[in-house]
Each structure stands twice: as C-alpha cells, then as structure tokens.
C-alpha cells in the first residue's frame, strides 16, 4: 500500500460545478497535512494545509479524518482557471513530506 | 524577489555522462530540498538540507550526489547518468525543515537520459 494514495482521475466537471477528491493516508502518526496545486508542466504550490478542525479559503475546504486517515477536499463554484493537479502531501515520521501521485481536475465551459 | 531558480530548464544526456544541476534560492530559508518527479509517483526526496553545513538521504538517494554550497545554494550532481533518472527534478526551500512549512519550488529541470 502506497503511504498517500489518491484517485488519479481526470475529474471532468462542467465550470459552477462542486467537485471533491479524498487522500488516503497510511501513518497514523502524521501530523501535518497539506493540499498543493501543480499547473501543467509547472510547480507545485502550496493551496492550504489542512488543520484538525477543517479549514476553508474562499471556495475552497479542506478536512481531515483521523480516524479514517483521510483528508478531503472541497472546490465550491468550480473555475476554469482551477484546472489543474492537486498534490496531497503528509509529513511523514522522519520530518519529510510524503506526496501522492495527485489527482487531474479538468473544468469544462 | 525570483524565489526559487534552477539551471538548466531542459537537458539530454547520454548514459554515463555527469552533471550538475544547480538550485538557488533568495528568501533567506534555512531548507533545501531535491525532489524527482515521474508518471503516476508523487515527488520523491532525492537529498535535502536542513540548514546550511548539513545534507541528507531521501528516499532516493542512489546515483545522486549534493552540496549545500551556502545559505543559497544547494546543487545536486550526477555522476554517471543512468535512462533510470531520466526524470523532472525539482529544487525546494522552506524557512525551516520538519515538515510544517510551506515549500517553495523552483521551475524544475527536465532531463532525459538516453
């Protein structure tokens, strides 16, 4: 089992829509949890971290499952300029971030 | 501020060549980090440096070789290029390491190895 899995998708939702993609995670110690964004054939960059107590920004909410050792996130009012790769990323127990392979969004017009 | 910044932005190789690839950073972080990125996998750690004077092992560390040659700069060599590493890598900084801030990545370098 791979430490952060994620459905590789593509996601392919029309422009307004609500679209939501989970990560699942293997380290039942990890404590820091974070949503990057990557932009075809560029760099990741950090959208949110992701607090015990969820966290939104904008359309944009983020949770996290303890118990289920998920976190989720939420794209309200989905813009075309949201297509993208979204990275979930775990500290892991030796201080390193371990990345999944991401989920693809497309938004259509 | 240009943030991050790698050299080359593309490169092809002949197998058993070397290079380096170089990685600068100008927003005072302690942190450095090399990641590679390939199909279907999430970045893998390559080698980092949790502050200037220090590097260490990733999960990939094979074939690789770094030098933090100051608070800036951080670089990563390889010495006998393999189809293997074939692969984008991607220089990082964070202010500090253990996993709880931001990092900040560079436009990365595509390099294939033929």
């Known amino acids: 089992r791979k430490e952060v899995e994620q459905d590789p998708g593509p996601f392919n939702v029309p422009e307004g829509a609500t679209v939501a993609f989970n990560c699942t995670y293997s380290?039942?110690?990890?404590?820091?949890f974070f949503w990057y964004r990557q932009d075809c054939r560029k760099e990741p960059k950090l959208l949110m971290s992701v607090y015990s107590s969820g966290n939104e920004d904008g359309r944009f909410t983020a949770q996290l499952n303890r118990a289920s050792q998920y976190i989720s996130l939420l794209i309200r009012d989905s813009k075309l300029s949201d297509s993208a790769t979204y990275l979930c990323?775990?500290?892991?127990?030796?201080?390193?971030?371990?990345w999944g392979a991401g989920t693809k969004l497309i938004i259509k017009p | 501020n240009a943030g991050v910044t790698q050299t080359p932005k593309f490169q092809v190789l002949k197998t058993g060549q070397s290079m380096t690839l170089q990685c600068a950073q100008d927003?005072?972080?302690?942190?450095m980090y090399w990641y590679r990125q390939d199909p279907g996998m999430g970045l893998r750690l390559i080698y980092y440096?949790?502050?200037?004077?220090?590097?260490d092992k990733g999960e990939v560390p094979n074939g690789y070789n770094v030098s933090r040659l100051n608070k800036r700069e951080f670089s990563l060599r390889l010495e006998s290029a393999a189809p293997s590493q074939t692969s984008v890598y991607f220089c990082?900084?964070?202010?500090?390491?253990?996993?709880?801030?931001?990092?900040?990545f560079g436009p990365g370098t595509r390099l294939t190895v033929l």
């Open positions: 990323v775990v500290k892991g127990s030796n201080y390193q971030l371990i």
């Open positions: 380290n039942s110690a990890s404590q820091s």
């Open positions: 927003m005072n972080h302690n942190s």
């Open positions: 440096s949790a502050s200037e004077g220090t590097t």
């Open positions: 990082a900084s964070s202010k500090l390491a253990g996993g709880t801030h931001e990092q900040f």
